[in-house]
């Protein structure tokens, strides 16, 4: 079985940080991409940033400048350094993962985590 947990979400003021964590448990062969989603009440889920394997990066052009994304390859884990936080920033932020787990043959499937809530605030 194969899990996403994420840690790191909180109340921040405008302006302050926060780090996201995600690390990733189970038969795990190998990660194909990780990425940091995001939903705000009322709104659609949107993808943030994603990382490839091979460590390209997408990010959304709302977070440009302000949030990277970085990995741990050893932990399986992919954090979110988000700094210069808006109110708009506010949304519940879901880890997904695109990884290759070993279970009678290889293959290849899609994870979320639970999600954590990030709120700024003053």
């Known amino acids: 079985q194969v899990q996403l947990v994420e840690s790191g979400g909180g109340l921040v003021q405008p302006g302050g940080s926060l780090r996201l964590s995600c690390a990733a448990f189970?038969?795990?062969?190998?990660?194909?991409?990780m990425d940091w989603y995001r939903q705000a009440p009322g709104k659609q889920r949107e993808l943030v940033v994603r990382?490839?394997?091979?460590?390209?990066?997408n990010y959304a052009d709302s977070v440009k400048g302000r949030f990277a994304i970085s990995t741990d390859n050893d932990k399986n884990t992919v954090y979110l350094q988000m700094n210069s936080l808006k109110a708009e920033d506010t949304a519940v932020y879901y880890c997904?993962?695109?990884?290759?787990?070993?279970?009678?043959?290889?293959?290849?499937?899609?994870?979320w985590g639970q999600g954590t809530q990030v709120t700024v605030s003053s």
């Open positions: 990382i490839t394997s091979g460590g390209s990066t």
């Open positions: 997904h993962a695109i990884l290759s787990i070993m279970t009678m043959t290889i293959s290849t499937r899609s994870y």
């Open positions: 189970g038969s795990i062969v190998s990660i194909n991409a």
